[in-house]
């Protein structure tokens, strides 16, 4: 079975901390995405990545960077935390361009 | 871009009934896949179906591409069949699904 870890189920930082969250998959999966989901406003893409070191933004980039440096692992980087960042962040990865999407627990973080 | 609808928007079953959820999409898709969240957010991937008809367990789907819709049929529902569904399409040359809003599905005891 595909296991896809995200490091914290919760997380509470302040406004303007530097938050890392962390996403690994294992079994050596192409693609990785970060989400964010809100009530009413559904699922909306972040950032994605189909290689180590390659990154696209989704539709909300603003706020945030991502980093790929190995395969397995993908992280979602808030350079200054808002409260209007706080959400549920949904890591996911799949095999290929044409391939079933794998998602993580979430992290559920808030921004006081 | 293509767009995404799903019906109904809510649903409360009782136990043991069956159901059927729609999703309808604006244009031509590669593939489509079916999402079920748990109550505790944990989203599940049911079927990948660009096309025809799949089966697992209680649960089966069918895609008509060339008519734009996809149908997620629940048979004899169960308390842990409780939670939202979510299609996602995936159109052109990218790895970016397309979310409908969900359709959020209460069986009760």
């Known amino acids: 079975d595909v296991k896809v870890t995200q490091s914290s189920r919760y997380l509470v930082k302040r406004t303007g901390e530097k938050v890392f969250l962390e996403c690994v998959q294992d079994m050596d999966h192409e693609n990785m995405f970060w989400y964010r989901q809100d009530p009413g406003l559904g699922l909306r893409l972040i950032y994605f990545?189909?290689?180590?070191?390659?990154?696209e933004k989704g539709d909300i980039p603003e706020g945030y960077s991502v980093s790929r440096e190995k395969k397995e692992r993908f992280s979602l980087i808030l350079e200054s935390a808002s409260t209007n960042q706080t959400s549920m962040y949904l890591c996911?990865?799949?095999?290929?361009?044409?391939?079933?999407?794998?998602f993580g627990n979430g992290t559920r973080l808030t921004v006081t | 871009g293509i767009q995404v609808e799903q019906s109904p928007p809510d649903l409360i079953l009782q136990e043991g009934a069956n159901s059927t959820l729609r999703c309808n999409f604006s244009d031509s898709v590669n593939n489509l896949q079916w999402f079920h969240q748990n109550p505790w957010g944990q989203l599940i991937n049911l079927f990948y179906i660009p096309s025809g008809t799949k089966q697992n367990g209680r649960l089966s789907a069918t895609t008509v591409a060339t008519e734009r819709y996809s149908l997620l049929y629940i048979s004899s529902s169960q308390t842990t069949d409780s939670g939202v569904y979510f299609c996602a399409p995936n159109a052109g040359n990218n790895r970016k699904l397309i979310w409908g809003l969900g359709t959020s599905l209460a069986v009760n005891p």
């Open positions: 990545s189909y290689d180590v070191k390659m990154k």
């Open positions: 996911a990865s799949s095999f290929g361009r044409n391939s079933p999407l794998h």
